[in-house]
């Protein structure tokens, strides 16, 4: 096998006679494609060429009939969940999942309520329900977990399943959040169809039992039976961590990233990462960031080219910000969570729930400040003061629906000033005018403050860029210990805490191998 790589204008892909022409008479396979940037911008694109009979195609494990197989419970119908109990399918066990949010489609309705009028749905939002709160954030599938699993499998599964077959190539892959949910209706129609079970509105309250005998038992009182349990939850349920708690189980505090969401017209990012020579047709820019300010990482996180805001709010009294692009990126803004990592020792206290605890209260804040700004009372009318605004200023077109989010132009952010006009938004709910510098808290806002002027990205610092908070739900902050080698609960053997919820994955294909690597621990320890 020798390896050889060719470059290409933008505008077009290599033809096959320059691709045979380096081949040199192999069978050649594109292993790679990704865009360099760094001067004129071009298709790169990497190739391994192979002698007659040497290509070995990747084959996915076959799907078995698990009709009247040995039961193994799943909690989370997200990537964790659905690679598991696929998993399960080729093990010969079979996977009951139970999904505390409704199916992939119904939820889109949830959703529409939540950023049209600012109802919140606690079982059925932007992060519960099938597929997750992957589902709808891009479907972005870069990672760097490659060594804990094999990413072949999760990506060709997902082209199976109904994704584009570049995803196997680009250097960064994503589906899109108009595509995914049929790849997600997919999945769960093949493990139904090879005997598992898949169950909506099924929020686990209770678990019992030990090693090969468990029972799950969900709020509305329906009871589950399996040999053991995939907990595979995600990173909002804060109701399972309290469940593991009240029954004794070890839980640990957890560092996570916290910060604001950015959003710039995407036509500044295109111009500065192409250098000023994008056209239409060619994808939409991209970037991300990674700095180091007083001891702690800031970093760009979930970048969403062409795409738009969402309140990810789980419950009523706190805002909560995401993106998401749909997989033509087309959209007029770019939008990227930049947070700022938070370490166990930066919260005082010992309790697991300490980080999870403060989080919480962030997103609470954000929330109150606009209910403050909508009531008019004198804290609001002292920060207008402080700015050299009157009151009038601040309440200017403010938005009626609940979910309207903190703002605040980045320069001013940086300045430590109020922003009096707002610039046009992707998110939805709207915007009120904010001190963030005031609202986030201070291990933050300081870091970010600093950070901003000095991106090394053209124009990135800019006040034509919003800041949204709060960008909270960028991991757990809480962790579900669990045996290194069995990867099994230490609290109670036979539950196999994975993926985000438990602290072990971040995205959604590093969920989807963890997943993997449970079911498959699963079965060693069943068969």
Not at 30 to 49: C, F, G, N, Q, T
Not at 363 to 388: H, L, N, S
């Amino acid at each position: 096998m020798i390896e050889f790589e060719l470059t290409c204008p933008l505008s077009r892909e290599p033809r096959q006679k320059e691709i045979d022409a380096k081949a040199g008479g192999l069978y050649a396979v594109l292993v790679k494609r990704s865009i360099d940037a760094r001067k004129e911008p071009v298709w790169r694109y990497r190739y391994e060429a192979y002698a007659p009979g040497e290509y070995q195609p990747y084959v996915l494990p076959e799907y078995r009939n698990v009709t009247g197989a040995e039961p193994v419970i799943v909690v989370g119908a997200g990537p964790a969940g659905m690679f598991a109990a696929l998993k399960l399918l080729t093990l010969g066990l079979k996977p009951i999942v139970l999904e505390r949010g409704k199916d992939v489609h119904q939820r889109k309705f949830d959703m529409a309520k939540l950023s049209r009028s600012g109802i919140v749905d606690p079982e059925s939002n932007y992060c519960y329900g099938e597929g997750g709160a992957g589902a709808f954030s891009d479907g972005k599938l870069y990672t760097r977990s490659s060594k804990r699993g094999d990413i072949r499998e999760v990506l060709q599964q997902m082209v199976d399943f109904g994704a584009s077959k570049d995803i196997l190539t680009d250097a960064h892959p994503h589906i899109g959040s108009d595509k995914l949910p049929v790849v997600v209706e997919n999945i769960r129609k093949c493990i139904i169809g090879h005997g598992g079970e898949y169950h909506f509105g099924a929020r686990v309250c209770e678990i019992e039992g030990s090693a090969g005998n468990f029972k799950a038992r969900t709020a509305d009182g329906r009871e589950f039976c399996g040999k053991a349990v995939i907990l595979a939850t995600g990173h909002s349920a804060r109701d399972v961590y309290e469940m593991l708690s009240a029954a004794g189980g070890a839980l640990e505090a957890k560092g996570f990233a916290l910060g604001v969401r950015v959003e710039h017209p995407q036509e500044k990012i295109n111009w500065a990462q192409y250098h000023g020579t994008w056209k239409p047709g060619v994808p939409a820019a991209e970037y991300s960031f990674v700095e180091q300010q007083d001891g702690r990482g800031v970093f760009s996180f979930c970048m969403c080219p062409g795409g738009i805001l969402v309140p990810s709010s789980t419950e009523d009294g706190t805002v909560v910000l995401n993106g998401m692009s749909n997989s033509a990126r087309s959209g007029k803004f770019a939008n990227a969570g930049v947070v700022v990592q938070v370490e166990p020792e930066d919260i005082p206290g010992g309790s697991p729930f300490r980080l999870m605890d403060w989080q919480h209260s962030v997103e609470m804040k954000m929330f109150d400040y606009c209910a403050a700004v909508r009531a008019g009372g004198p804290e609001i009318r002292a920060i207008a003061e402080r700015a050299g605004l009157r009151l009038r200023d601040i309440q200017a077109d403010i938005p009626e629906n609940p979910m309207a989010a903190p703002a605040q132009r980045m320069e001013d952010f940086c300045l430590g000033r109020l922003s009096k006009k707002m610039p046009e938004t992707s998110y939805h709910p709207g915007v009120i005018s904010a001190p963030l510098h005031e609202l986030l808290p201070s291990i933050v806002a300081d870091r970010l403050r600093k950070v901003f002027p000095r991106v090394k990205i053209r124009n990135y610092y800019t006040n034509a860029a919003l800041l949204l908070g709060v960008e909270s739900r960028t991991s757990s902050p809480v962790r579900i210990p669990r045996d290194p080698q069995t990867l099994q609960y230490v609290s109670a053997p036979g539950i196999y805490p994975c993926g985000e919820g438990a602290g072990y994955s971040g995205g959604i294909v590093s969920s989807a191998i963890d997943g993997i690597r449970c079911a498959e621990a699963v079965a060693e320890n069943c068969l």
